[in-house]
Each structure stands twice: as structure tokens, then as C-alpha cells.
């Protein structure tokens, strides 16, 4: 099993550096010429001063030197700075990756749990009104874009009923309820293709489990389905669901820039979009390594956890 | 493993080719309208192919025709679906934007297929070195958030239909890529392949007469999945204001330039939101019904 998580570790390196270069390639291709968004709408700005700005930020030399440049100082922690607030990357991400952190488990709760029992509990009473019913959940979930289901939320409970509020964040540590308030409809927005993806997969997850012999044995010696579900069932059937569960929990994150966007919080989707917007390079750079990082540090955790969990593997 | 695999593979893809050839294409007929669900999707799915080529034709005024004294008014017997912050008909914009969500459909998915069956039948076939630079390249695209690269890609592209199409295509190139190789991978082991390659068949011959027909079956469910993926995601660059930018009638840009009066006109967001939301569905329930139809092993679990 140590040989399996050196090979997986071994695979991210490849990967990693892939994305680095297929990031800088897009942002360096993006259109418009970085010094010009620095200096603004400042005419008065002069050739040499221009030309300085460049050599401050390295603009001036090759595409290669400038790649290797920008993974030296990554490597070291140094993500580089805004060209508008000018403000280290790192500050700036310290603020913001909380916002979506918190988003994205708060999602990942309320996706998950929903989904794992409705999923099991279809399985179970395989062909029945209900498993029809589920199935047909998980469809229009996998359909109803994020957008849409947060529109119907705001429209129900801010604009109707008026308990929560349609846009705005306050920090967790200023006022906790308040803090709910502001991420709950975000959350549940963003939790729904999720929930609708995993609940799918658990029930043909456990539905796998279930046809299978040892469940058969189990049944046949007579123990109550309590104890086959827990003991039988769900300990095989829990594995590959846990995988799934990882990858799209990573998969939350491309969706935070929607969300984030809807209901104006300051996460890393509303910030990236807007340095795409603000032709913010480093930042763009920079943030989308970030976040394609941790997709695959994710799927990493993911892969680890499941040569932990299956003893087929352990014991190898 | 692998043998079942591959038996079912060889089922399924014989399933494809009796409708392919236009024989008789029973067996795939009957298969999806076996179920309710994928029956729904069809229907769906036909009713919005059919809204997208003939919805201009019918549609009762112009998508950016303004009629200002009906601003934000609710729907009516002139206008079924209620005019939006412009006055414009929403119903007749949705007919337009139809066309367009269709358009992106049909070329992004086209794009996809095209890079992800290239590449996938390449590496599939010749495994070694270049399997592992294809699934490299293939697994690196795949560690970026979907939107994301999307609109990255964007912001290098430019802001146009155009590249909204190729955006999705190159983004969602790689899960067509992994359905193709590991379909070929099984398709390669198979004697008939042996075979063709040893009665002396060139590379080209045996890739295009003997591998790729069998490798039909899971690129026409995947390509239906991925329509929706299509759909959603041009929804989504446009909600975010990429590519078809207001005036134009693109569902998801309705969807976002009405949000802003969502109190006053809520018909104005929340319909071309249901319009795109019933596509993708249609397509997932089609998507699903072709694979159950297609898979025995699949069409016996739900007998």
C-alpha cells in the first residue's frame, strides 16, 4: 500500500506541472497588454516609465524565463501580487479562500447527508413508488442549472417571505447567525447537482452490494436487516461512495464562482472572475493554479483514503 | 473483469450497428421506449429540436422587438409568458434562444467528440508512451474546475458564440477521450482486431473499419449526456455574461439580466431558467435510456 501512495504522489508531480504550464499558456494568450490595466487610464504615463513598469515585473524577458520565474516563486510560498490592489496574492487568498471553504463544506453537509440516506433507502426498496420518485429527483437535480435554483430561492425566501437575505456576507467570527444566514441559500444552490450525483450513485452503489453473495449468506443465517445493512451493506457499498463524494466535492469549487457571484460573497470564484474580467494576470495565474491544486490534492486524499478503507489494498 | 468487459461491449456494439445500417433499428427503439423516463426525454428533446428550428418562424414578435408600454407586466393572452424589463415578449425571446442553446449543443459536442475520439483511439490502440502523454495531457485538463478553464479559455479566445463553442468543446474533450480509449483498449484484445492486423491490414484500415464502428455504441450515449453538459455550461458563460451578451436572447443571459427584477417581474428570470433547466434534463433522461438500451447488463438490472 506505501508503494501505491508513493506512485499516486509520484503521478500528482507531472500533472501539477501541466497545469502550471497550461495556465500560463491561456493567461499569457489572453489578449490586451497587462502594463496598460496597471497604469490605468493614465495618458501622461511616458515610453520609459512604461518600459519600467515591464522590467519591475519581468515582462520584459521571455516567456520561459518568465514561466520558470513564476514556478520558483511559487514553489517558495510567493504567489506574486495584484497588478491592481498591488497587494500580495497570499493576503488576498487568506481573506477570500475561508469564504469559500466554508461555502463549499456547508454544501458538501447538506449535499451529502440527504443524498447517502435517500440513496440507500431507494436501493433498498428497489422499484418501488419511492425508488421511481428518487430517481426522477436525481434527474431534474443533474438538470436545474445553479443558477436557476438560486433564483427560486431568493425570489421565496428573501423577496416573499423575507427571512434571509437576497445578497451580502458577514464574516463567521462577527456574527455566527448572521454568517449562516448570508451562506445558507448560497449553499443550498450550490449543493443540489451535488446531492443529485451522489444520491444516484449510492443507490447503484448499494444495489451492487446488495446482488452480491455474502449479503445472501447474511440474510440467509438469518440476521435482521438492520444489522446486514449495517454490517454487510453499507461498510462495501461506502467505499467507492466515498470516492465519488471527494471528486465532486472538488468539483464544488468550479460552481463557486456562479454562486459567489449571485449572492456577492467575496470568495475565490467571485475573485477570480473578476481578474479574468480586470485582465488581472497574476492574480488569474495564480488563482486558477491554486484551485486546480487543490482539485487534485483532493482526488489525491481521495485515492489514499480508499487504499486506507479497502483492505484488498491494505494488505498489498 | 476485462472479458465482461468486453462482451458487453461487443453486445451493445452490435445493437448500434443493426440500427446504424438503417435496417432495422428495433432493438435500440424498443430498448428506449422500454422506459418511462427516457420516453420523456425523447419527447423533450424533440419538442426543443423542433422549437429551435421552426421557434423563429412562429415566434409572435422580434427577441429584442421592445414594446415599452408593457415593461415588467405579468403574462397575458398577447404575451403568454409577460414582457421583461424592456417590454420585450419573453416568450418569443425564448423561442430565439432556443436556436442558439441548440447551436452550441450540436458544435461543442461535435468539437468534443472529434478531440476526445482522435485522441482516444489513438492512445487506446498504440498504448505505450503515446497512451501516457494523451492521458496526461487529458488528465491535466481534467484537474482544472469546468467553468473555470471555460472561462479562461474564453478570456484568451474573446468573448464571442464562436468561442463559447470551442471553450465547452476543449473543456469537456476529455471525458469523451477517456469513454473512447477504454472502449478501444477492450476493442484491441478482441480476435477480429488480431485478425485484421495479421491478415495485413494498415494501421489507418484497421482503426477506421474495425475499431471505430465498435466503439459507436458509448460515443453516442456519451454525446447525449454531454449535450446536456453543453447546454448547461453555455447557460452558465452566459449567465456570467460570456459569449451571447444581452440583447441577445440566450437563456442563461435572460436569466441574469431579468434577476436585477426579480421582484417586480419574476416570469422574466424564472421561465428561460425552466426552458434551459427542461432541455438538459430531456437530454440526461434521452443520455440514460440510450446507455440502459444499449447495455444488457444494464437493461436486465432494470427488467
Known amino acids: 500500500m506505501f508503494k501505491f501512495i508513493i506512485n499516486r504522489v509520484l503521478l500528482m508531480i507531472p500533472i501539477l506541472l501541466g497545469v502550471s504550464l497550461v495556465t500560463f499558456i491561456i493567461v499569457r494568450s489572453i489578449p490586451g497588454d497587462p502594463v496598460r490595466v496597471l497604469i490605468g487610464f493614465d495618458q501622461r504615463a511616458t515610453p520609459e516609465q512604461i518600459e519600467n513598469i515591464r522590467r519591475a515585473y519581468g515582462l520584459d524577458q521571455p516567456l520561459p524565463v518568465q514561466y520558470l520565474r513564476w514556478m520558483g516563486h511559487v514553489i517558495q510560498g510567493d504567489l506574486g501580487s495584484s497588478l491592481r490592489t498591488t497587494r500580495p496574492l497570499t493576503t488576498e487568498l487568506g481573506l477570500r479562500l475561508p469564504v469559500t471553504a466554508e461555502l463549499t463544506i456547508l454544501a458538501a453537509i447538506i449535499g451529502s447527508v440527504p443524498a447517502i440516506v435517500l440513496g440507500v433507502a431507494a436501493a433498498l426498496k428497489r422499484n418501488t413508488r419511492f425508488d421511481w420518485l428518487t430517481t426522477a429527483f436525481t434527474m431534474v437535480g443533474i438538470s436545474v442549472p445553479n443558477f436557476l435554483l438560486a433564483t427560486v430561492l431568493v425570489l421565496i425566501f428573501s423577496f416573499r417571505l423575507k427571512w434571509l437575505p437576497p445578497v451580502g456576507y458577514t464574516p463567521f467570527t462577527e456574527d455566527p447567525l448572521q454568517n449562516l444566514k448570508t451562506m445558507i441559500l448560497p449553499a443550498i444552490s450550490l449543493a443540489l447537482p451535488f446531492m443529485a450525483v451522489l444520491m444516484r450513485f449510492t443507490r447503484s452503489s448499494v444495489l451492487e452490494v446488495v446482488g452480491q453473495d455474502y449479503v445472501r449468506v447474511a440474510r440467509a443465517k438469518g440476521l435482521p436487516q438492520r444489522r446486514v445493512l449495517l454490517r454487510h451493506i453499507l461498510p462495501n457499498a461506502g467505499i467507492p461512495i466515498l470516492t465519488i463524494a471527494g471528486i465532486q466535492v472538488a468539483a464544488l469549487l468550479g460552481g463557486t464562482v456562479i454562486v459567489e457571484q449571485i449572492f456577492g460573497l467575496p470568495g475565490v470564484g467571485r475573485y477570480i472572475y473578476e481578474a479574468i474580467a480586470n485582465r488581472d494576470y497574476p492574480v488569474v495565474q495564480s488563482v486558477v493554479l491554486v484551485m486546480a491544486t487543490i482539485f487534485v490534492l483532493v482526488s489525491l486524499i481521495v485515492d489514499v483514503l480508499y487504499a486506507f478503507l479497502d483492505p484488498r489494498l491494505r494488505t498489498r | ?303
Do not use: C
Open chain 2, 1 to 303: 473483469m476485462a472479458a465482461s468487459d468486453t462482451k458487453t461491449l461487443a453486445a451493445s456494439s452490435r445493437v448500434a450497428r443493426s440500427e446504424g445500417t438503417g435496417g432495422s433499428g428495433r432493438g435500440l427503439w424498443a430498448g428506449i421506449l422500454r422506459q418511462r423516463l427516457a420516453v420523456i426525454g425523447l419527447v423533450i428533446v424533440g419538442f426543443f429540436a423542433l422549437v429551435a428550428l421552426f421557434g423563429p418562424i412562429v415566434a409572435p414578435s422580434g427577441p429584442t422587438e421592445q414594446f415599452s408600454e408593457y415593461r415588467l407586466q405579468g403574462p397575458s393572452s398577447e404575451f403568454w409568458f409577460g414582457n421583461d424589463e424592456f417590454g420585450r415578449d419573453v416568450f418569443s425571446r425564448l423561442l430565439y434562444g432556443a436556436r442558439i442553446s441548440f447551436q452550441v449543443g450540436v458544435i461543442a459536442v461535435g468539437i468534443s467528440a472529434l478531440i476526445g475520439v482522435v485522441i482516444g483511439l489513438v492512445a487506446g490502440y498504440f498504448g505505450g508512451w503515446v497512451d501516457n502523454i494523451a492521458s496526461l495531457l487529458m488528465d491535466v485538463l481534467y484537474s482544472f474546475p469546468t467553468i473555470l478553464l471555460a472561462i479562461a479559455i474564453m478570456a484568451m479566445l474573446g468573448n464571442s458564440l464562436a468561442n463559447v463553442m470551442i471553450a465547452i468543446g476543449i473543456v469537456n474533450a476529455p471525458t469523451f477521450m477517456r469513454v473512447i480509449r477504454g472502449a478501444v483498449l477492450s476493442v484491441r484484445r478482441t480476435t477480429y482486431v488480431e485478425a485484421a492486423i495479421s491478415v495485413g491490414g494498415s494501421t489507418s484500415r484497421v482503426m477506421w473499419k474495425h475499431v471505430l464502428p465498435n466503439v459507436t455504441a458509448p460515443l453516442i450515449v456519451h454525446a447525449s449526456l454531454n449535450f446536456a453538459y453543453a447546454v448547461l455550461a453555455e447557460a452558465s458563460l452566459a449567465y456570467l455574461g460570456l459569449g451571447n451578451r444581452p440583447p441577445s436572447p440566450s437563456w442563461g443571459s435572460m436569466v441574469s439580466s431579468s434577476y436585477g427584477f426579480l421582484q417586480l417581474a419574476p416570469w422574466a428570470a424564472i421561465f428561460p431558467g425552466v426552458a434551459i433547466a427542461l432541455t438538459v434534463l430531456g437530454f440526461n433522461l434521452l443520455g440514460d435510456g440510450l446507455r440502459d438500451a444499449l447495455d444488457p447488463r444494464l437493461r436486465n438490472e432494470h427488467g
